[in-house]
C-alpha cells in the first residue's frame, strides 16, 4: 500500500474543494436558465479526485457517470472546459480531445460498465499500459450491465476498476430497497474478482485502495470492484427535491463527516492548509468556472451540426435532410 | 373516429399530468388488483409527479419503488400478471425501454399469445417521451416506431389532458399489454378540461381535431398541438385543414385515416422520432393501402432527421415546428 | 431437514428412468424428422425429479428453462402431453391447463427468472401460500436478467427458489470461460439472499434443499438461490455436435457420476429397486410418450390459428389480415 | 445501382454460410485489429459453423467465446472500438439482440454522434435472422424495421451468397457501425459462385436481380430469391418483373428504388416481419417521396402477419410464400 504523500493530498484537497465551489456555481446558473439539469458532486469529492489523483492520466482511463467532472482536475482543463459545453448543451461538450483519457458523461445508467471492461480488454490485446476507472452509482449497480461488465471482466482478467460510488441514493430510492445486500463490493466473489469497501470520505483510503487496484490489474491480477461508501449531501439534480425522501437527521449525520471538513482537519493539523489558502482556491475555481461558462455560451454551432458525425458520410437521405435543413431555416 | 374534442377551457382545468395522476388514482382505488412499480414512483410519487399521493393513499404494497432496472420493472409485471394482478409499470424515460425490451417484445407481448390465452397480460407500461424540454441524452426519444412493430403489444399515446385520462384508464383496464406513452412537453404544456370521476375513452379509435377539407395533418401526442396552432393559424389564409389525432397507433383506426384522407384529398404526416422507419411511414403506406385514387398530391411526412435525438441548443432544429408544418401542409396542396 | 422417505425417492427415481427412457425416444424422433429440436435432459434428471417431489404441485410453481420437462412428471401427464405438443410445432404446447403450475419452457434465457419473482411477489400480495421454482443455466446466469431478478427477489424476500442447473456447458462455453467465479451459489450474498451448493446427482441432497429453501420462503424468510451441479451427458440438442469441444474424460468421468445409477445403487440396497422394475419402468414410459406423441400429432390445427390469441380482439388490421390469410389458403 | 447479379454456376460454388466464413478469414488476416467475440465462436465454429476454423487461426485472442450475456458481447465491442480496434460480435440469433438493445440503439449507434467522432465505432454486429427452418421461438424474428429506425446504425443483409460475401467485407472496413443481418434459411439454402480473395460490394448499392418492366418486385435477404423464383415463373405468362435488391436498407439506395419505379410504374414491396412497422412500410413511403406521379396502381406489401413469429406448424403460413407473392404482381399489374 502507497499511502498518498501529503503533497499529494494537498493536491487532493485543492481539488475537492475547487469542485464542491464550483458546483454551488453550477447551481445559480442553472437557476438562471443559463445551464440545463447538472446533478450536485457533493459528498462524492473525496473519492473522485482521490482516484483521479492515484491514476496516471496518461495512460489510464477514466469512464465517468454524470457526477464526476468537477473533481477530476487532475486530467486537465479540457475536462471542465468540455463539461460546461455540456452543460450549456453545446454537441462539442461530449467531444473531449484525444490526449485526454476520460469518456463523455454517460446517461444510460450502468452502460458504460461494459465499455470500460472491452476498452480494457482492448488495451490488453494492443499490449497497452494502464487501466480503466468506472464510475457507476449504487442504484446502477442494479442493472443487468453492471452484472455482466463483471462477470466479463472477471473471464478476461481486464485490468479495470468497477468503482461503485454508493451514496445510498439512488434520486429517491434508498440503498435498502436498491438491495438487500448487506455490501455490493460483497458481489465482487460471484464474479472471481477482488472487492474491497473503503469509506470514500477519506481521500487518503481512496487513494490507497485505487493505487493497489490499480497495481493489481497491471500486474494482470484482475479487475477490483471498489466499493465506495458516501453520502449524496445534495439533490439528486437540480430538476429534483430531496426533502419529499431524505430523513433530516441522516442528512445531519452526512454532514458531519463532510470529506472536504476532514481532510482540511488532517492537512490543518500538518500546517498545510488554512482559511486563506482555502479562500485562494474557492476565488480560484470561481474564475475558472466563470471562464469556462463565458467560452462555452460563446462557442458557435450551425444548425446545421445537427447532421454532422452520424455516419462518416450521409446516406442518400441524410443528404435530403441536410439541405431541407438548410432550407428551413429560412422558414 | 369519435367527435371533434370539445375545447372548453374552465376552472377545472388540468394538466395532463395532473389527469394522469388522476386516473392512476381512479383505477386503483376501482380495482384492487392492480400494483404500480417503477423507479421513484413511491414516496417521490414519480419524477415529474405522475403518481403523486399514489402510496399515501394505496400503501407500500400497491405501490412499489423499485431497484433500478428496467428489464425487471418489465419482467416482474409479466410474473405479476400471471399471479392475476394488474401491473402499471413506469419506465422512467422511453429511451431506457431498451433496457428492457427483452421483456417487452420478447415476453410482455408474447405471453398471451404464446399461452393461447392461459395467462392474461394486463400490463400497462407508461413512459414519458419526446422531446422539447431541454432534458439529457435518451430521455427524448421517440421510439414508436419501433414498438408498434412488435405484435402483441398496444400502442396508445395522448395529445389533450381529458385524454390522458380516459385512455389511461381504458389502458389499465385492457387485457391486452399496452405502451402508454406520454409527451413530455405536454405534462405541464398541455391543459384542458378532464371529466372528473370515471372517464374512458376507447382504444383504436381516432379523434377529429380539427374539421378540415382541403388537407388533414394526421398526429398523434404533441404533434396533434403542433397540428392543430397550424391549422388555425392557417384559416387566416383560407385554408381549411382538418387534424387528426391517431390517439392509437396500435390499433390503428383504418377508417378513420380512409375517411379523412378520402375528403381532403391531400395529407401531412408528423410525427418528432427519426425520420427512416418511423411511424409516420406505416401511415403513409396506410394511406396508400386504403385510399390510394383518392389522394392528389404525395403525402408528404414531417419528421425528426435521421440522427439520434441531440443535445439541448439542436433541439429545437430537431423538432418538427408548426413552420416546418405549415410549409408541408402549403407544399402537398400547391401540388397540381 | 427432511431427508426424502424411501418411497419418495423411490419416486423420484422412476420419474429419472422415465425421463432418460423417453428422452432416448425423443431423439429419435426428431432424427426421425417427426419432432423439432430437442434439448436432452441427460445428467439434469435428479435435481429436476427431486425438486419437484419437494414440491406441492397444488400451490407452488416451477418455470422451466427447457430442458426439464421430462422429469416433471409430478406434475401431472398434461405436462409431457403439451411438450410433445409443442416438440410438433402445435401451438397448444405452450398452454398448459389452468390446473398444472408449470410454465411453459423459455427460449429467450433468463428472461424467466424475473417473471419468477413478479409470480411469487403477486402471490404475497393476494396471500396465496406456495413458492415458486425457476430453473436456469449456468450459461443464462450470466444475462442480466438473472442478476436483476435475485436482487429485487432479495429486497422483496419474494417466495422464490432460483435453481441454477450448473451443468458446467452453455452449448461449447465451459464454465471458466462463462465466469471466474469459484460457485455460482457464491452470488447470493451480493443480493442478501440465501446461497447453497449442492451436488445435483444427489436426489435426495437435492430434495433436501429445495425443501429447506421451500420452508424458509413459505416462512417469510425470502428466496434462496440453489446451485445444483450436474454435468450435462449429452448434446446441448440435437442440433448440437458436442464431440467439438466436451473433453472425452470429463464426460468419461462425469458419466461414472451418472445420477440414476446412484439412486438406483441405493435403492437397490434397499430392496426397493431390481431390473424388473426397471424395465416395468422403462416400457411404461416409452408407451407413455409414444401415446403422446401421436396424440400430438393428431392435434389438429387451422392455419388461421396464427391469428389466435395475439390480441384479445383482433385490430382492424389484424382482421384484414385474417380474411387475407383465409383467401390465401386458396392460392 | 450496380450491375445484374452473373448466375453462373460451377464447382467454386459456395453455400452463403461458407461466403461468410471466407470474408471473416480474409478480413482477420488483412486486419490485425478485427476481434470476433460471441458466443460459441470460438471452438465450436458458431452455432452455425460461420466462424469455423477462425479460432484455429487466429487464436484465442482474437476469437473469443464470451459469457452468455448479449448486452455486454455490444457493450464490450464498444469498448474495443474506443480501444482502436474493430469488432465483429456475433449474436446468435437476432430474437436475442433485444438484450443488448440498450448497447445497440443506445451506445453502438450514437458513439460517433455522441462524441463528434472522437471514437470511431467501427462495429460489425452479425446475426441470422428470418424463419423457415423451424427453429424455435424468438430464432425467427425479422427486426429490421425496428433497427432501421435506430440512427447512426448501417443495416445491411445480403441475398446471395457472394453478396454475402462481398457485402460482409465491406461492412468489417466501414467505419460506421452495421448490423449485418443473416437470413438463416439462406446460410445452406441459397449458393452461388463467390470471387475468391479480395471481394468487395459497396455498401449502399442497391441491385437488379432481375430485369422487367411491368413490375418491380423490391426486396432483402431471402425474399430475394422467393421474388426472383415468381419472376422467373411469370415468364411464362408474358410478365416482365423485375427484381430490386436492396441489399442495405442503411443507407437505403433511394436512386436504384426511384429509377425501377419510374420505369414500371408498379411496385410490390416483400418483407417477413410483422407488418405494421416493418420495413416494407418505410419502402412504400420512399416511392411515394420519390415517385409518387409515377405510380399506375397503389404500392403493394407482401408482409408478415401483425402476430409475434408463430411455431413450426404455422410458420409456412406466416412467411410470404411464392404464393402469395406473386398473387401481389397479379394484383398491382390489374389495377387500371
Ligand atoms: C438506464 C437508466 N434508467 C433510469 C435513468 C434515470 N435516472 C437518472 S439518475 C438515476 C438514479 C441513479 O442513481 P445512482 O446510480 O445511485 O447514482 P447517483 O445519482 O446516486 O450518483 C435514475 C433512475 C437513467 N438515466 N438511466
Ligand atoms: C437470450 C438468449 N441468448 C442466446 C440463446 C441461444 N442459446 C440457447 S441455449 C444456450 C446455452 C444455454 O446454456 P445454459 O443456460 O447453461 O443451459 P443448458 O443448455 O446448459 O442447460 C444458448 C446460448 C438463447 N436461447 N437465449
Ligand atoms: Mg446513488
Ligand atoms: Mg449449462
Known amino acids: ?331 | 373516429m369519435s367527435e371533434i374534442g370539445s375545447s372548453v377551457t374552465g376552472p377545472s382545468e388540468l394538466t395532463m399530468l395532473q389527469a394522469i395522476n388522476e386516473a392512476l388514482h381512479h383505477e386503483m382505488a376501482r380495482d384492487e388488483r392492480i400494483v404500480v412499480l417503477g423507479e421513484d414512483v413511491g414516496r417521490n410519487g414519480g419524477v415529474f409527479r405522475a403518481t403523486e399521493g399514489l402510496v399515501e393513499k394505496f400503501g407500500e404494497e400497491r405501490v412499489v419503488d423499485t431497484p433500478l432496472a428496467e428489464g425487471v420493472i418489465a419482467g416482474a409485471a409479466v410474473g405479476l400478471a400471471m399471479a392475476g394482478l394488474i401491473p402499471v409499470a413506469e419506465l422512467q424515460f422511453l429511451g431506457f425501454s431498451y433496457q428492457a425490451m427483452h421483456q417487452i417484445a420478447g415476453q410482455v407481448a408474447r405471453l398471451r399469445y404464446r399461452t393461447r390465452s392461459r395467462f392474461e397480460p394486463a400490463i400497462t407500461i407508461r413512459s414519458p417521451f419526446g422531446g422539447g424540454v431541454r432534458t439529457p441524452e435518451l430521455h427524448s426519444d421517440s421510439l414508436e416506431g419501433q414498438l408498434a412493430n412488435i405484435a402483441g403489444l398496444k400502442l396508445v399515446t395522448p395529445a389533450t389532458a381529458a385524454d390522458a385520462k380516459g385512455l389511461l384508464s381504458s389502458s389499465i383496464r385492457d387485457p391486452d399489454p399496452v405502451v402508454f406513452l406520454e409527451p413530455l412537453r405536454g405534462y405541464r404544456g398541455i391543459r384542458g378540461e378532464v371529466p372528473s370521476g370515471e372517464h374512458l375513452v376507447p382504444l383504436g379509435e381516432a379523434r377529429l381535431a380539427r374539421e378540415g377539407d382541403d388537407v388533414v395533418v394526421i398526429a398523434w401526442s404533441y404533434q396533434v398541438e403542433l397540428a392543430c396552432r397550424v391549422a388555425d393559424a392557417l384559416i387566416d389564409e383560407n385554408l381549411s385543414v382538418a387534424v387528426l389525432d391517431l390517439r392509437s397507433l396500435v390499433p390503428l383506426d383504418l377508417a378513420a385515416i380512409a375517411s379523412v384522407v378520402d375528403r381532403c384529398g391531400r395529407a401531412v404526416v408528423v410525427e418528432e422520432a427519426v425520420q427512416t422507419g418511423g411511424f409516420a411511414g406505416e401511415v403513409v403506406t396506410t394511406i396508400v393501402e386504403e385510399c390510394f385514387w383518392s389522394l392528389e398530391s404525395p403525402v408528404v411526412r414531417v419528421s425528426g432527421y435521421d440522427v439520434p435525438y441531440p443535445v439541448g441548443q439542436l433541439e429545437d432544429t430537431y423538432v418538427p415546428s408548426e413552420a416546418r408544418i405549415a410549409a408541408a401542409v402549403r407544399r402537398v396542396l400547391e401540388v397540381a
Open chain 1, 1 to 331: 500500500m502507497t499511502r498518498p504523500s501529503d503533497d499529494q493530498l494537498l493536491a487532493v484537497l485543492v481539488d475537492m474543494v475547487a469542485a464542491r465551489t464550483q458546483a454551488r456555481r453550477l447551481w445559480n446558473l442553472q437557476r438562471q436558465g443559463r445551464i440545463g439539469t447538472v446533478a450536485p458532486i457533493d459528498g462524492h469529492e473525496a473519492t473522485v479526485a482521490a482516484t483521479a489523483h492515484a491514476l496516471d492520466p496518461s495512460q489510464d482511463w477514466i469512464l465517468p457517470q454524470y457526477r464526476e467532472p468537477l473533481a477530476l482536475q487532475r486530467y486537465g482543463p479540457e475536462v471542465l472546459d468540455h463539461y460546461m459545453l455540456y452543460n450549456v448543451g453545446h454537441p462539442d461538450g461530449s467531444r473531449l480531445p484525444e490526449s485526454v483519457r476520460v469518456a463523455p458523461l454517460q446517461i444510460s445508467l450502468a452502460t458504460q460498465i461494459p465499455h470500460a471492461v472491452g476498452l480494457a480488454w482492448g488495451m490488453t490485446l494492443q499490449d497497452e499500459a494502464g487501466v480503466v476507472v468506472v464510475f457507476f452509482g449504487d442504484g446502477s449497480s442494479s442493472e443487468g450491465d453492471f452484472h455482466e461488465a463483471a462477470n466479463l471482466a472477471g473471464v478476461l482478467r481486464a485490468p479495470v476498476i468497477l468503482l461503485c460510488m454508493n451514496n445510498q441514493w439512488a434520486i429517491s430510492t434508498p440503498l435498502h430497497q436498491q438491495t438487500a445486500a448487506a455490501s455490493l463490493a460483497d458481489r465482487a466473489v460471484g464474479y472471481g474478482i477482488n472487492g474491497v469497501t473503503v469509506d470514500g470520505n477519506d481521500a487518503a483510503a481512496v487513494f490507497d485502495a485505487v493505487d493497489e487496484a490499480r497495481k493489481r490489474a497491471l500486474a494482470g491480477q484482475g479487475p477490483t470492484l471498489i466499493e465506495a461508501c458516501v453520502y449524496r449531501l445534495g439533490a439528486h439534480t437540480t430538476a429534483d427535491d430531496p426533502t419529499r425522501y431524505v430523513p433530516p437527521e441522516d442528512l445531519e449525520a452526512a454532514r458531519r463527516d463532510d470529506p472536504i471538513e476532514r481532510l482540511e482537519k488532517h492537512l490543518v493539523e500538518l500546517g498545510l492548509w488554512d482559511d486563506e489558502i482555502r479562500s485562494a482556491v474557492e476565488t480560484q475555481a470561481l474564475s475558472r468556472i466563470d471562464e469556462a461558462t463565458d467560452a462555452a455560451e460563446a462557442h458557435p454551432l450551425r444548425a446545421e451540426a445537427l447532421m454532422d458525425h452520424c455516419l462518416s458520410v450521409d446516406s442518400p437521405r441524410m443528404a435530403r435532410q441536410r439541405l431541407a435543413l438548410l432550407s428551413e431555416a429560412e422558414l
